[in-house]
């Protein structure tokens, strides 16, 4: 299955900023997924980043708040923008790949990335 | 719309003993697959096990195996032979067959094994 870095780890960030998770992949994919997960919760979809055009954002999420590129293959960034706290949560980038055999419809996921807002 | 409802939020269980984790969903589709990811403290997702629903036969991974009543709506995980390395939040996950890359997660169980 692919192996998906993420950046940064974790990071504390003041209110009113702005921060760019990367996520890179050792394989080309075609879609790549922004997954969150809020304190004591578990993860919902942001959006979904495909390369050469705009990405799909889930209900409750927009493009302003949510910037994503995705210039190629392998990478992507997500942007949370002027940030407050109840933004602080953990950003989880995901990719299909293969696994469990058949491997259809697998997601893996990258470590994350936790923010904590100030 | 589809939802995904795990109604423990915690369980434990004694090394070497065997737990079972419960899950319910609700679909109107035919087509779709189910999965148990675990969550240990180091946050990184792991699966654990897949199960497509068009196939009856329940799927199993080494220790890990499930009980898929589509009928019912149920998926719950048996986790056989408990080791401390099981400690961890364990998520039931719903993905359509027609949006690919799209969980639905339940919200979590979490699972401590005690030695």
């Known amino acids: 299955s692919a192996v998906i870095s993420q950046k940064p780890s974790r990071d504390i960030c003041q209110r009113g900023t702005s921060l760019t998770i990367q996520c890179q992949v050792d394989s080309q994919v075609t879609m790549m997924f922004w997954y969150r997960q809020q304190p004591g919760q578990s993860l919902t979809l942001i959006a979904t980043?495909?390369?050469?055009?705009?990405?799909?954002?889930e209900s409750g999420f927009v493009i302003d708040k949510f910037p994503i590129s995705r210039p190629n293959l392998t990478f992507s960034t997500l942007t949370v923008s002027n940030m407050s706290p109840e933004d602080s949560s953990i950003y989880l980038c995901?990719?299909?790949?293969?696994?469990?055999?058949?491997?259809?419809?697998?997601?893996?996921f990258g470590a994350g990335s936790r923010l904590t807002v100030l | 719309a589809q939802t995904v409802t795990q109604s423990q939020p915690e369980m434990s269980v004694q090394e070497a003993e065997t737990v079972t984790l419960s899950c319910t969903y609700d679909?109107?589709?035919?087509?779709?697959?189910l999965f148990w990811y675990k969550q240990p403290p180091s946050r990184q997702m792991i699966l654990v096990i897949r199960q497509e629903a068009y196939k009856q036969q329940n799927a199993t991974e080494n220790r890990f195996s499930v009980n898929f009543q589509k009928a019912a709506k149920s998926f719950s995980l048996k986790i056989s032979d408990s080791q401390l390395g099981d400690t961890a939040m364990y998520f039931c996950?719903?993905?359509?067959?027609?949006?690919?890359?799209?969980?639905?997660f339940g919200q979590g169980t979490e699972l401590s094994v005690k030695p």
């Open positions: 996950a719903f993905m359509s067959g027609n949006q690919g890359g799209k969980l639905i």
């Open positions: 995901s990719v299909e790949s293969g696994g469990m055999r058949s491997g259809a419809n697998v997601l893996t």
């Open positions: 980043a495909n390369q050469g055009s705009e990405a799909t954002y």
């Open positions: 679909t109107s589709e035919n087509n779709y697959y």
